[in-house]
């Protein structure tokens, strides 16, 4: 259907707000934070809550466009610290974790159409985060944080010290404890809170959104 340019204007200044909200939530230190039981470099952050929402209410094109504005706000800060790499696998995971959802809702904009959609999206954040992170991002981390690694061994060896320090049985980040140890438990909680809070917002929204 195409839109009016009354709603065009109204789609584009709703997305920038959950935008920016996004941007907050995600580039801002002082918004994110470790838990005890995973290495630091693992960060809760809650920017998928308002994309969430703005796929919930807009469709499935914003939800992207977000996640790239989000990306390049920063990697401006990433580049330095792990060469866009982390930047890019927050894409990945984010997509991963909103589309699925988002996709189910358009279908049958009803809360028990919200409920099936979140639990997809938890699950396909939990596969994506622990295959592709551990078997792709992992090694190119470990070969920007030790540029003599030759092999994908080496590299997996660099990561996996990080996670030595915690349990001193992972010797490489290849270890399959490293995705039940540490990836699934630090994702699911995250993911929880995220999917918990999307729902809060959701329910009083819920007229507004079945209006659109």
Same mark, same amino acid.
């Given at each position: 259907?195409?839109?009016t340019k009354k709603e065009s204007i109204k789609l584009i200044v709703s997305s920038a707000i959950f935008g920016a909200l996004a941007i907050i939530l995600y580039c801002f230190p002082a918004l994110q934070f470790s838990l005890p039981f995973t290495p630091t470099f693992l960060k809760m952050h809650f920017d998928e809550i308002p994309i969430f929402v703005a796929g919930f209410c807009y469709?499935?094109? &914003?939800?992207?466009?977000?996640?790239?504005?989000?990306?390049?706000?920063?990697?401006? *800060?990433?580049?330095?610290?792990?060469?866009? /790499?982390?930047?890019? +696998?927050d894409v990945i995971y984010t997509l991963a974790f909103v589309l699925p959802a988002v996709l189910i @809702?358009?279908? *049958?904009? =009803?809360?028990?159409?919200?409920?099936?959609?979140?639990?997809?999206?938890?699950?396909s954040q939990l596969l994506f985060s622990s295959v592709i992170g551990l078997y792709t991002? @992992? &090694?190119?981390?470990?070969?920007y944080y030790n540029p003599q +690694?030759?092999?994908y061994n080496e590299a997996m060896l660099t990561i996996g010290a990080l996670f030595k320090v915690l349990d001193p049985s992972? =010797?490489? +980040?290849?270890?399959?404890?490293?995705? @039940?140890?540490?990836? /699934? &438990?630090? =994702?699911?909680?995250?993911?929880?809170?995220?999917? +918990?809070?999307t729902l809060i917002i959701y329910k009083p929204l819920k007229v507004y959104i079945e209006r659109k």
């Open positions: 259907m195409k839109l469709g499935p094109i &914003p939800v992207i466009i977000i996640t790239i504005v989000k990306f390049l706000f920063k990697l401006i *800060q990433d580049i330095g610290e792990t060469g866009g /790499i982390g930047a890019t +696998a @809702y358009r279908k *049958q904009r =009803n809360f028990k159409s919200a409920i099936i959609g979140l639990s997809i999206s938890l699950i991002i @992992y &090694p190119l981390f470990g070969f +690694a030759s092999s992972i =010797n490489s +980040a290849g270890d399959p404890k490293v995705i @039940y140890e540490f990836l /699934i &438990p630090f =994702n699911l909680i995250k993911d929880v809170i995220v999917l +918990a809070f």
